[in-house]
């Protein structure tokens, strides 16, 4: 059946097919998210709209059931529950109800304090994307029984397949079931879940309680977010009379007598015995909500109360994560004849609209007040204005009880001002109290990678960061102290880090017009060496890029990968250090996730192979990874695997930070970096408003098609070609050191790319430019320009251009004559 009678339907073309139960249990409505526009808004979850408890409770137990009937009970009593965080954590604590027999973990948002992670993931079209497992004992997921997996909805199956090849490349098993409320795979994906099981190896059941799909048409997400904007912009962004209402009566606190150390949920874990202490406690702490129910005539609550004679039809109110203690609250009310409906308050921005055919009718906003890690930012609750309820029970954990929370625009006054009694019950946030920070032998000690938002402007998907945060530390030097620390032997380069340089106006226009002129050679080259890499080394290769020149050239890969192919390739980035050698613990972490074998480290371009020889000595310690580079441009002629072999302008190379994702220069100290710990970098959070990194990703993407053909080309030449190195890059260098009396090669840096790092981050001498290639040195004659450095043309140079690096340095001797970096 097909229902197109509501308001997104109408407007968007958007429509909904399923069997019967389908209406039942979802709605539709839109949200202000970049990635997906639609919402599908459950109404048996809990979440956006109040219902019953018995039935949101209800419908888990059900699932919970029937997955114990497919497992039976041997298998059912080795199972572990995971659910996803924030929708589906009650969902996934009644689905485990339902069991019987199982612990029960879900994922979350809110990092702890002495609790090692277990593991994390992303979920690609959520308004917040990072998960944490943060399990009290990690032995909960190092077991090799069933892992049930529990989330709301299952429609492209990305984000339960991203956690279950992260957590079987960890903790293998043979058998997963995937539970949800609807199944709303469409028709490409119905095929995906037999193939990911043959692909690892394991059985993956499905469970759900409905099925359907959502018909999209052309365009929908620009016509959402354009239809999001025009409502918004119309009406406001909150229901219009909620900032002239005041509070009837101040909110009551309730002591709820939660059972000493008794977890608030499944964040670190809820045991059989867990719940058995919850089921017994239940009774009385109802009756302490109903106490406080329970108004004096003459208040507006008790006037309420005489409207309604079999008593207050009151909203139990949980908070984001918080959902399943709220539920069973809700349910213990319901048991003892009160009527009740439940829902809980999201970080997810819906669209509200007060219409008989739309799932959002009303919205509260208000400010986050748990501290989340992510900072502050709006929080809603949904369908509670309006809605008829005499008194609202609001339940949050210890941490979300905040000033924040008690404000003047905080949610209890939110409540307060369209509900009569607001109660508010605080249940103890549970941390461990001995948390175990090594897990069995099955799991790895090192950390995830890091990723954006909160580290790096790359999406979290883009690439994983194998690296430590130092944004907090003072690392930068000026430019004169770092070259005359390094040059004197006194410091390593990746000791410290050069003051960010701040391009002038005149650059930026540079850079912009450079990226126009050369995104489609870019893209080439990308396009070039991703399908020889898919062509000689793997099929599904791991990309591992060295930050961090090779980073925007790696997510530029994994885009050509998935854009071409239909590939989601795995990206991280880590860091290499000329004299030090690349990351131990970080090809440790990579050995641990992913075969070696299926590694390929890229890189932004060759100079004259001083990394390519570095990362080959250092793989020496290591079985399986391949030393073998595959880079954009190898003018050096250093590397079989490259995009091409000019020495062309990468724009990427042209800035720092702002161009590479925020990210600065590794770093590698040894009071900063420990024997366990991953090399070091700086996210520049502050210079966002300057950041172009996902406009030079996207320029090189959006010109993929029209050089396919070219592409194709190329790989069939050059897999045909003798590509072995001639070293021609490094002759050169040792040639120029001797003819510029230098004597040293390291203060030799050949190419476009590397030439500008010199200006921007050393204490430049002199500028080689090859006779005619001006095309692509415009940006190294404007900084040579502003640090006062002589260019001087010559011929018979295999690169574009050297930079060469003063060679006899002293404090002051900024470049040729004295200059540093001028902003014009």
């Not at 992303?122 to 990072?130: D, N």
């Not at 909110?251 to 045991?271: S, Y």
């Not at 058995?276 to 239940?282: G, K, N, P, S, Y």
């Not at 250093?638 to 600065?664: H, K, M, Q, W």
């Amino acid at each position: 059946m097909v229902w197109t009678g509501t308001w997104v339907a109408e407007r968007l073309g958007v429509e909904l097919i399923g069997d019967e139960a389908l209406p039942a249990l979802l709605g539709l409505a839109l949200r202000r998210n970049p990635k997906r526009a639609h919402l599908l808004v459950s109404n048996v979850l809990g979440k956006h709209v109040p219902q019953r408890p018995s039935v949101v409770h209800g419908s888990g137990l059900a699932l919970g059931r029937r997955v114990r009937e497919l497992l039976g009970d041997e298998e059912a009593a080795r199972s572990v529950v995971l659910g996803y965080a924030e929708t589906a954590t009650a969902l996934g604590h009644a689905v485990a109800d339902g069991l019987g027999l199982a612990p029960y973990l879900h994922s979350t948002r809110r990092p702890v304090a002495g609790v090692a992670r277990a593991g994390g993931f992303e979920e690609s079209h959520s308004h917040a994307t990072s998960h944490l497992l943060l399990p009290e004992d990690p032995k909960l997921l190092a077991g090799d029984g069933p892992l049930v997996l529990v989330d709301d909805e299952f429609s492209t199956g990305n984000t339960v397949l991203n956690t279950i090849r992260a957590l079987h490349e960890r903790y293998p098993r043979e058998r997963y079931v995937v539970v949800a409320l609807v199944d709303m795979r469409s028709a490409a994906d119905l095929g995906r879940l037999d193939a990911f099981a043959t692909e690892i190896g394991a059985r993956v059941d499905l469970i759900a309680g409905a099925a359907g799909t959502v018909r999209l048409p052309d365009g929908v997400l620009e016509k959402g977010q354009a239809l999001v904007a025009e409502h918004e912009e119309a009406y406001g962004t909150e229901e219009a009379d909620t900032a002239h209402r005041t509070p009837r009566e101040a909110p009551v606190r309730v002591e709820l007598g939660w059972p000493e150390e008794l977890p608030d949920g499944g964040r670190h874990g809820f045991t059989t015995e867990h719940r058995e202490r919850l089921e017994a406690a239940l009774p009385a702490m109802a009756d302490r909500i109903a106490e406080a129910l329970r108004t004096p005539a003459g208040t507006a609550a008790g006037e309420a109360r005489a409207t309604h004679p079999a008593g207050p039809r009151v909203l139990v109110l949980g908070f984001e994560e918080l959902m399943y203690a709220p539920l069973r609250l809700g349910t213990a009310l319901e048991d003892a004849g009160h009527d009740v409906r439940y829902s809980t308050t999201t970080r997810s921005p819906v669209l509200a609209v007060d219409d008989p055919g739309y799932a959002i009718r009303t919205r509260l906003v208000f400010p986050a007040h748990d501290d989340p890690a992510d900072g502050p930012g709006e929080r809603y609750a949904y369908n509670v204005a309006g809605a008829g309820f005499d008194a609202v029970v609001l339940v949050v954990d210890s941490a979300a009880d905040t000033p924040a929370l008690h404000a003047p625009d905080g949610l209890l006054a939110r409540l307060a001002a369209h509900i009569p009694r607001v109660v508010l019950a605080v249940i103890p946030s549970y941390t461990p109290t001995a948390s175990v920070t090594e897990a069995p032998e099955r799991s790895s000690m090192l950390p995830e990678p890091l990723r954006g938002p909160a580290f790096s402007s790359y999406a979290p998907e883009e690439v994983g960061w194998l690296l430590q945060d130092l944004s907090d530390v003072e690392l930068e030097a000026p430019t004169e102290e770092r070259e005359e620390a390094i040059q004197s032997g006194g410091a390593h380069y990746a000791e410290s880090l050069p003051v960010e340089y701040q391009p002038s106006e005149r650059y930026q226009e540079l850079f912009q017009a450079a990226l126009e002129s050369s995104a489609a050679r870019m893209a080439r080259a990308v396009g070039t060496v991703t399908e020889t890499v898919l062509a000689e080394r793997s099929a599904r290769p791991v990309l591992v890029s060295l930050a961090r020149a090779g980073t925007p050239v790696g997510v530029l890969m994994r885009r050509w990968a998935q854009t071409r192919h239909g590939l989601d390739l795995p990206h991280y980035a880590v860091s290499i250090v000329r004299g030090r050698g690349i990351d131990a613990n970080a090809l440790r972490w990579l050995a641990a996730h992913h075969d070696p074998a299926d590694v390929v480290f890229v890189d932004g371009w060759t100079g004259k192979g001083a990394i390519t020889r570095e990362l080959a000595e250092a793989l020496k310690e290591f079985d399986g990874f391949d030393p073998e580079i595959a880079v954009l441009a190898d003018p050096g002629s250093c590397v079989r695997t490259y995009g091409t072999r000019e020495d062309f302008l990468i724009p990427s190379a042209c800035l720092n930070s702002t161009v590479s994702g925020l990210i600065s220069r590794t770093v590698l100290r040894a009071d900063l970096v420990g024997p366990d710990d991953f090399h070091g970098a700086k996210f520049y959070r502050e210079l966002a408003d300057a950041d172009v990194s996902g406009a030079f990703l996207d320029a090189v993407a959006a010109r993929f098609d029209e050089v396919a053909a070219t592409v194709d080309t190329d790989v069939k030449e050059l897999l045909a070609a003798d590509r072995t190195p001639t070293w021609e890059g490094w002759a050169a260098v040792e040639r120029i050191s001797e003819e510029y009396g230098i004597h040293d090669v390291n203060l030799v840096k050949p190419g476009v790319g590397e030439t500008t790092r010199v200006l921007l981050r050393r204490v430049p001498w002199k500028i080689l430019a090859k006779r005619g290639a001006d095309a692509d040195l415009a940006h190294v004659r404007l900084l040579a320009e502003q640090r006062g450095v002589p260019v001087e043309v010559v011929d018979e140079l295999p690169y574009s251009c050297v930079g060469l690096i003063h060679p006899q340095y002293t404090r002051g001797a900024t470049g040729a004559d004295g200059k540093a970096v001028v902003s014009q």
